[in-house]
């Protein structure tokens, strides 16, 4: 191969063309990838500003999610809910995970997996704290505040896009008259165009779990509107819902949601595109310079 420099322009290009070509090959497997694994995608996540209560025991509390991390890994090959307590005389927390349970366990695994990755990204090690993927969430607190109200609202994003069509009330209406009567901790049902799934935490009861899916149900009515598609998490329970196969990306187009880890994950896609389109660029006048080269020739 020839050497790079301002006197060989023409082994430049090509240099630079293949280097080009490696990063959107790479680009487009990553883009393929998470098309393919959906319930990956990040929704939310919620993570302590300080460590007050534990601030002297950093070393103790990073061990201890350690091993609850290991420990959830290994239950999710077996289960799609799983809830415990760790500690020592210094600390003590309240960890849990869950898959939706149209996962299989190998995507639970995998699902949880993601999660492990994306709380040390996000949260650091942060206690309390959630992560929200679409499949799957893990959560963290203090014992003491095991007791927060089923029916706290964590996040809620609505779509910005709204309906047209007269018949979107009238499907909308019976599809959550379905899901709440489903009676199960997982529901999943379409009427007409509209198509709604929700699920409690694994250890709501019946009537609990009833109770917070009423309630994102009225949490939709009165917020979302006419919105094509939204979302509802509850510390029990979630809903979401889309009309016409309306998707809602969340943090990136959607104005109306909130949760840190979502604005943190459009930061990290814009650039993506802008660093695409620079490349782009690049090549554009790379390859102009190649055909001056080879006229002079």
């Not at 600390?91 to 366990?105: E, K, T, V």
């Not at 994306?118 to 090690?125: K, L």
């Not at 899901?179 to 694994?202: A, D, P, R």
Request: with cysteine; proline share 1%; aromatic share 12%.
């Amino acid at each position: 191969m020839g050497y790079c420099s301002l006197s060989n322009p023409s082994t430049c290009l090509h240099y630079y063309q293949f280097l080009l070509k490696i990063f959107l090959l790479n680009f487009m497997l990553q883009s393929a990838n998470t098309n393919n694994i959906d319930l990956h995608q990040l929704v939310f996540t919620t993570c302590s500003t300080q460590n007050q209560t534990y601030q002297n025991y950093d070393i103790s509390k990073l061990s201890i999610v350690s091993s609850l991390f290991q420990e959830f890994l290994d239950k999710s090959l077996e289960s799609k809910f799983f809830e415990t307590y760790a500690g020592d005389e210094n600390i003590a927390i309240l960890g849990s995970f869950q898959c939706r349970n149209d996962l299989n366990y190998n995507q639970c695994h995998i699902c949880t997996n993601k999660l492990i990755d994306m709380y040390n990204h996000f949260c650091g090690g942060r206690i309390p704290a959630r992560v929200q993927l679409t499949g799957c969430y893990l959560d963290y607190k203090a014992e003491e505040e095991r007791e927060i109200s089923k029916l706290q609202i964590l996040h809620k994003v609505c779509s910005e896009k709204r309906a047209k069509s007269r018949s979107f009330l009238e499907e909308m209406g019976y599809a959550f008259a379905e899901i709440e009567s489903c009676g199960n901790g997982f529901c999943e049902l379409s009427y007409g165009k509209v198509h709604v799934m929700t699920q409690c935490v694994g250890n709501l009861g019946g009537c609990d779990c009833g109770e917070c899916v009423n309630k994102a149900v009225q949490i939709v009515h009165d917020e979302c509107a006419y919105s094509l598609a939204g979302d509802v998490y509850l510390d029990g329970c979630y809903l979401s819902y889309n009309y016409d196969k309306y998707k809602i990306s969340h943090g990136i187009d959607e104005g109306k949601g909130s949760g840190e880890g979502a604005q943190k994950l459009a930061a990290i896609v814009a650039g993506g595109i802008v660093a695409t389109i620079l490349l782009g660029v690049v090549f554009y006048f790379m390859k102009s310079w190649g055909k001056k080269d080879d006229g002079k020739l």
